[in-house]
């Protein structure tokens, strides 16, 4: 299994970026999809999931409003939409995928991907 995100660079406060998640090597219609990011002497964070079968949506409260998350499974692919980013957005972004409907926790996530670096400028 490969996950592979992509899309991060630098931005300005207010901004917009869009990652992508590219999966391969497990039937993806049948993962739910997480987007997690960890900044700098923090924790990693939870940012939003999708789910596989009715494509619930999550997200974190520092995000709720700003970020969309979505998901093409004929492609294979994952996104989160990013707008109105501010510098406490700046991390790694990493995709994960879980076999649970409605994974809300890093340990329910099976497959990682290596992230994408995602910097906001004030």
């Known amino acids: 299994v490969q996950l592979q995100a992509s899309g991060g660079g630098l931005v300005q406060t207010g901004g917009s970026l869009r990652l992508s998640c590219a999966a391969s090597?497990?039937?993806?219609?049948?993962?739910?999809v997480g987007w997690f990011r960890r900044a700098p002497g923090n924790e990693r964070e939870l940012v939003a999931t999708i789910g596989y079968r009715d494509r619930t949506t999550y997200y974190s409260q520092s995000v709720k409003g700003r970020f969309t998350i979505s998901r093409d499974n004929a492609k294979n692919m994952a996104y989160l939409q990013m707008s109105s980013l501010k510098p406490e957005d700046t991390g790694v972004y990493s995709c994960?995928?879980?076999?649970?409907?409605?994974?809300?926790?890093?340990?329910?996530?099976?497959?990682w991907g290596q992230g994408t670096q995602v910097t906001v400028s004030s």
């Open positions: 994960a995928t879980s076999g649970r409907s409605r994974a809300r926790h890093a340990y329910e996530f099976d497959y």
């Open positions: 090597g497990l039937t993806f219609n049948l993962y739910s």
